[in-house]
């Protein structure tokens, strides 16, 4: 069965801290993307990977940075937590290019964090 | 920059009744994918139904069918004998074809009515 996982359901920081988030697929996907998750928003991407060590920035890449050292995992760095980054993070991955079209996406649990 | 809208932040329905959820798009490509994901309370997100661009035929997944006009760039979900089950935030997605990302609506949240 597909799995992405994240490392945390719900967190709790204090603003200027540094904060990571964690998130392990086992499909052997190509692709790695996190996404914040807010009412009225929808998704909007962050960052995403393409490979191992290689990323691209997203929409709303400000105050956040990433880290993919190894194929199956992918961090979200905040390196100084602000208010304003409280918010639903969701981790997704896909199989990547030569798939064809239509690449499904497969999301991880979603971390709550407040940032106070 | 494409972009996705979804007009309508709620949507209700008694059970066993058909509900369709809106979707439009901005976008000057040609070769695209469109999406429609579910996302359950306290669930993972997952894919219900997708479509090319290129074809013409409406995509179906069993009560899942989507009503996509490429002209008008509107892609809606139609949801037939809805279940409690199908109570959840629905997400409209496009995809260029050249690109692995996504660009999200805003979201639908629907409810079942018993």
């Known amino acids: 069965d597909v799995k992405v996982t994240q490392s945390s359901r719900y967190l709790v920081k204090r603003t200027g801290e540094k904060v990571f988030l964690e998130c392990v697929q086992d499909?052997?996907?190509?692709?790695m993307f996190w996404y914040r998750q807010d009412p009225g928003l929808g998704l909007r991407l962050i960052y995403f990977?393409?490979?191992?060590?290689?990323?691209e920035k997203g929409d709303i890449p400000e105050g956040y940075s990433v880290s993919r050292e190894k194929k199956e995992r992918f961090s979200l760095i905040l390196e100084s937590a602000s208010t304003n980054q409280t918010s639903m993070y969701l981790c997704?991955?896909?199989?990547?290019?030569?798939?064809?079209?239509?690449?499904?996406?497969?999301f991880g649990p979603g971390t709550r964090l407040t940032v106070l | 920059a494409q972009t996705v809208t979804q007009s309508q932040p709620e949507m209700s329905v008694q059970e066993a009744e058909t509900v369709t959820l809106s979707c439009t798009y901005d976008?000057?490509?040609?070769?695209?994918?469109l999406f429609w994901y579910k996302q359950p309370p306290s669930r993972q997100m997952i894919l219900v139904i997708r479509?090319?661009?290129?074809?013409?035929q409406n995509a179906t997944e069993n009560r899942f069918s989507v009503n996509f006009q490429k002209a008008a760039k509107s892609f809606s979900l139609k949801i037939s004998d809805s279940q409690l089950g199908d109570a959840a935030m629905y997400f409209c997605?496009?995809?260029?074809?050249?690109?692995?990302?996504?660009?999200f609506g805003q979201g639908t949240r629907l409810t079942i009515n018993p």
């Open positions: 997605a496009y995809r260029s074809g050249g690109a692995q990302k996504l660009v």
């Open positions: 976008t000057s490509e040609s070769d695209y994918y």
């Open positions: 997704a991955s896909s199989l990547g290019a030569g798939t064809g079209g239509g690449d499904e996406q497969f």
């Open positions: 479509q090319e661009a290129y074809k013409q």
């Open positions: 990977s393409y490979d191992v060590k290689m990323k």
């Open positions: 499909m052997d996907h190509e692709n």
